[in-house]
């Protein structure tokens, strides 16, 4: 049996980011189970009309923890199953996980089967929690590492094997052995959004407009680099002679938009603040007829931890500046909240207690806004990963 030459594997997680992305995932099963037991929990302890309504956030409790449960799991079966390619003189053997479906596939590619090679580029998530990193490093949540597709005949038909790499030095040992019997080999502008793919050519790689013939010698790199500033720029000169002035201008300004705090909130998040305001009358009212501790600190910090998730949930961009933006309104509405002028009322500690809980709630808030935007950026980064890209 013949030695493996070279051996590709899918990276694991580093330890100290899997632990950092499932105390994540933990802290927002938290927060499911809480909407879901705390509302019964407040019935209990303290039945009344109003605290019935606290019923309408179990719905949410439920809808947040399948979620984050399903997200989890996800990651899990993720960070287990990892693809792995191995080289030999004369094949290439693959087992291939495909995350959508949760299956592998197994195969053998003989290198004499194998008529053309391409040579791209494939978007990866969150690279930094897979590699070593500085301490000052920025951290990319996408960025663009080699991939190599095999284009090989099976069974007389054109098929492909996509190779992803995590650095260009892997992509030019494997092509120091497969390319050396002078194969035709590609350089292709398609940047695939998968690393899973197994399977007919697709029409985006073999009908690229911008393939260009290359000849490896011991560096792919030296003429994939200017071959894509070549491509660049070349789009770049068509999409401003193609855009007019006006929009030009318009682009820009909504650009210019996103980057501010106060129009990403939207219409729809402003509503938790009267929902909020309701909800510090009720906690002022329980104390005031004894069925609450003044002094408790558990329904305002519920409270505003409910309307916080919810609040960040629904805004139509996350900025950090939101942070102080909610507990500044959260500080005023509560200024307005009925009390008691005697200090010593038990309605006037339990909005003391809601002024003093909003003052200090940007701790509080860092936190949901952490956990949300994780969230966020994972359900984004899958949409925008299943919308376009290589079909798989």
Same mark, same amino acid.
């Given at each position: 049996?013949?030695?493996?030459?070279?051996?590709?594997?899918?990276?694991?997680?580093?330890?100290?980011?899997?632990?950092?992305?499932?105390?994540?995932?933990?802290?927002?099963?938290?927060?499911?189970?809480?909407?879901?037991?705390?509302?019964?929990?407040?019935?209990?302890?303290?039945?009344?009309?109003?605290?019935?309504?606290?019923?309408?956030?179990?719905?949410?409790?439920?809808?947040?923890?399948?979620?984050?449960?399903?997200?989890?799991?996800?990651?899990?079966?993720?960070?287990?199953?990892?693809?792995?390619?191995?080289?030999?003189?004369?094949?290439?053997?693959?087992?291939?996980?495909?995350?959508?479906?949760?299956?592998?596939?197994?195969?053998?590619?003989?290198?004499?089967?194998?008529?053309?090679?391409?040579?791209?580029?494939?978007?990866?998530?969150?690279?930094?929690?897979?590699?070593?990193?500085?301490?000052?490093?920025?951290?990319?949540?996408?960025?663009?590492?080699?991939?190599?597709?095999?284009?090989?005949?099976?069974?007389?038909?054109?098929?492909?094997?996509?190779?992803?790499?995590?650095?260009?030095?892997?992509?030019?040992?494997?092509?120091?052995?497969?390319?050396?019997?002078?194969?035709?080999?590609?350089?292709?502008?398609?940047?695939?959004?998968?690393?899973?793919?197994?399977?007919?050519?697709?029409?985006?790689?073999?009908?690229?407009?911008?393939?260009?013939?290359?000849?490896?010698?011991?560096?792919?790199?030296?003429?994939?680099?200017?071959?894509?500033?070549?491509?660049?720029?070349?789009?770049?000169?068509?999409?401003?002679?193609?855009?007019?002035?006006?929009?030009?201008?318009?682009?820009?300004?909504?650009?210019?938009?996103?980057?501010?705090?106060?129009?990403?909130?939207?219409?729809?998040?402003?509503?938790?603040?009267?929902?909020?305001?309701?909800?510090?009358?009720?906690?002022?009212?329980?104390?005031?007829?004894?069925?609450?501790?003044?002094?408790?600190?558990?329904?305002?910090?519920?409270?505003?931890?409910?309307?916080?998730?919810?609040?960040?949930?629904?805004?139509?961009?996350?900025?950090?500046?939101?942070?102080?933006?909610?507990?500044?309104?959260?500080?005023? +509405?509560?200024?307005?909240?009925?009390?008691?002028?005697?200090?010593?009322?038990?309605?006037?500690?339990?909005?003391?207690?809601?002024?003093?809980?909003?003052?200090?709630?940007?701790?509080?808030? +860092?936190?949901?806004?952490?956990?949300?935007?994780?969230?966020?950026?994972?359900?984004?980064?899958?949409?925008?990963?299943?919308?376009?890209?290589?079909?798989?």
């Amino acid at each position: 049996m013949s030695e493996i030459l070279l051996e590709q594997k899918e990276r694991k997680m580093r330890p100290q980011w899997w632990v950092l992305t499932f105390s994540v995932y933990v802290i927002g099963l938290l927060i499911g189970a809480g909407l879901m037991i705390g509302p019964l929990f407040l019935v209990v302890m303290f039945p009344s009309i109003g605290i019935y309504l606290t019923l309408l956030a179990i719905p949410l409790g439920v809808y947040i923890f399948r979620k984050v449960l399903s997200a989890l799991q996800g990651r899990i079966w993720v960070n287990t199953h990892l693809s792995e390619y191995l080289l030999y003189d004369d094949r290439v053997e693959y087992t291939v996980w495909d995350p959508k479906v949760r299956e592998k596939k197994e195969g053998v590619v003989p290198l004499s089967a194998v008529t053309e090679l391409y040579y791209g580029m494939h978007v990866f998530h969150y690279n930094y929690t897979y590699r070593p990193t500085k301490l000052n490093e920025p951290l990319q949540q996408l960025e663009l590492l080699p991939m190599l597709y095999l284009v090989h005949n099976h069974q007389f038909q054109r098929q492909m094997l996509a190779i992803p790499f995590t650095n260009v030095v892997e992509a030019n040992r494997w092509l120091e052995i497969v390319a050396k019997e002078e194969k035709p080999l590609w350089l292709t502008s398609v940047t695939s959004l998968h690393d899973y793919y197994v399977g007919d050519v697709p029409e985006e790689l073999s009908g690229d407009i911008h393939l260009e013939r290359a000849r490896f010698d011991g560096n792919i790199d030296v003429a994939y680099r200017p071959y894509m500033a070549k491509i660049t720029q070349q789009q770049a000169e068509e999409a401003a002679k193609q855009r007019p002035p006006e929009e030009q201008r318009q682009r820009l300004k909504e650009e210019q938009k996103k980057r501010r705090a106060f129009p990403g909130i939207g219409r729809l998040a402003w509503l938790v603040f009267p929902l909020q305001y309701a909800g510090g009358l009720l906690v002022v009212r329980l104390a005031a007829e004894g069925k609450i501790n003044p002094e408790g600190l558990a329904l305002p910090l519920l409270l505003i931890g409910v309307c916080g998730l919810l609040f960040f949930l629904l805004v139509k961009w996350m900025k950090w500046p939101q942070i102080l933006i909610y507990a500044v309104v959260s500080l005023i +509405s509560f200024l307005f909240v009925d009390t008691s002028e005697v200090e010593t009322d038990p309605s006037y500690v339990a909005s003391s207690m809601l002024l003093g809980i909003s003052v200090f709630s940007p701790l509080l808030l +860092s936190v949901i806004y952490v956990i949300v935007r994780s969230i966020r950026s994972l359900r984004e980064g899958r949409k925008h990963a299943d919308d376009s890209g290589v079909p798989s």
